[in-house]
């Protein structure tokens, strides 16, 4: 079982749809979740940081589910802008954390 | 202010070559990652700097990978020989404090890496 999975898609969706992203990790002991964002042949970007609580930036909805191990990333009103590769990266436990990515999932916007 | 940029943005060499990447991190960042995506897998972690000490070098896949930082600055990373299945892309990240810790590393471009 890989330590952070994601569906790489393609999602395709049409222009205002609304989009959702799962991506579960195996350490529950994790203790850092992001999203980055990756355009084509770009370098990584971060969209937004995980926490417990949750968090929404604008149209962009993260969540964390510590019990079931996987944070979730939801798009309102798709822009063909969004159109990319999200990666999930997902941080390790104890002083000293290394990173795991998951494959990413391709986000396709249609007009 | 200037992003993490990597040098070249591609390379094709043949196997048995040498190849050297370079990355120049954010001005100020002490800590500096080096990242390989394979295509078809996930970007995977090689070594990680502080400063010019190695922190982390678990990721690197055989002695044939020398990543150095003298100085603290910029990194090169050198495959030597380089076999076929050393492609990929390479990217470069810096941040400011460890990363992840609740801080944003920032990546470069990347350098694609192709042996022939």
């Known amino acids: 079982r890989k330590e952070v999975e994601q569906d790489p898609g393609p999602f395709n969706v049409p222009e205002g749809a609304t989009v959702a992203f799962n991506c579960t990790y195996s350490n529950s002991a994790s203790q850092s979740f992001f999203w980055y964002r990756q355009d084509c042949r770009k370098e990584p970007k971060l969209l937004m940081s995980v926490y417990s609580s949750g968090n929404e930036d604008g149209r962009f909805t993260a969540q964390l589910n510590r019990a079931s191990q996987y944070i979730s990333l939801l798009i309102r009103d798709s822009k063909l802008s969004d159109s990319a590769t999200y990666l999930c990266v997902v941080g390790g436990s104890g002083g000293y954390q290394k990173v795991t990515f998951g494959i990413g999932t391709k986000l396709q916007v249609i007009p | 202010e200037a992003g993490v940029t990597q040098f070249p943005s591609h390379s094709v060499i043949e196997k048995g070559q040498t190849v050297t990447l370079r990355c120049d991190p954010i001005s100020g960042h002490d800590n500096l990652y080096w990242y390989r995506r394979v295509m078809g897998k996930e970007i995977k972690f090689l070594l990680h700097?502080?400063?010019?000490?190695?922190?982390?070098e678990s990721g690197m896949p055989n002695n044939r990978f020398l990543a150095e930082r003298t100085g603290g600055t910029y990194s090169t990373l050198k495959v030597q020989p380089a076999e076929l299945e050393d492609s990929g892309v390479y990217f470069c990240?810096?941040?400011?404090?460890?990363?992840?810790?609740?801080?944003?590393?920032?990546f470069g471009q990347g350098t694609r890496l192709t042996v022939v």
């Open positions: 700097f502080v400063k010019e000490s190695k922190q982390d």
């Open positions: 990240a810096s941040s400011q404090v460890p990363f992840p810790g609740y801080t944003e590393a920032f």
